[in-house]
Nanobody, 129 residues
Framework: QVQLVESGGGLVQAGGSLRLSCAAS????????MGWFRQAPGKEREFVAS????????YYADSVKGRFTISRDNAKNMVYLQMNSPKTEETDVYYC??????????????????????WGRGTQVSVSS
């Protein structure tokens, strides 16, 4: 059974920085795409970023490109989300997820939440003005 545990959330000022971490259990971590998603109350879950198994390819939602950076350390079973210059509207619960390896389409970016089969419980990020 895979467990994903996020940490690093909290209160941050707009324009500041915050780094989220996700610790994953399991021996197959390095073989799968990992993703970060976020969700606000009453809203749909939204893709933030993904990183392919080798770490060489990353994908971002247009809204976070140039500000957020996803990375992974396969030796430590960790994935990170560096959030620079967050905006107040990015106050959300942020979730780490492990891809199933099955793709719904020819899009291999890992942006579809339906393709992930393991999720963490989330970490709250609150961005103040």
């Amino acid at each position: 059974q895979v467990q994903l545990v996020e940490s690093g959330g909290g209160l941050v000022q707009a324009g500041g920085s915050l780094r989220l971490s996700c610790a994953a259990s399991g021996r197959t971590f390095s073989r799968y795409t990992m993703g970060w998603f976020r969700q606000a109350p009453g809203k749909e879950r939204e893709f933030v970023a993904s990183i392919l198994w080798g770490g060489g390819e990353t994908y971002y939602a247009d809204s976070v490109k140039g500000r957020f950076t996803i990375s992974r350390d396969n030796a430590k079973n960790m994935v990170y989300l560096q959030m620079n210059s967050p905006k107040t509207e990015e106050t959300d619960v942020y979730y780490c997820a492990k891809h199933s390896g099955q793709y719904d389409s020819a899009d291999y970016s890992g942006a579809r939440d339906s393709e992930y089969h393991y999720w963490g419980r989330g970490t709250q990020v609150s961005v103040s003005s």
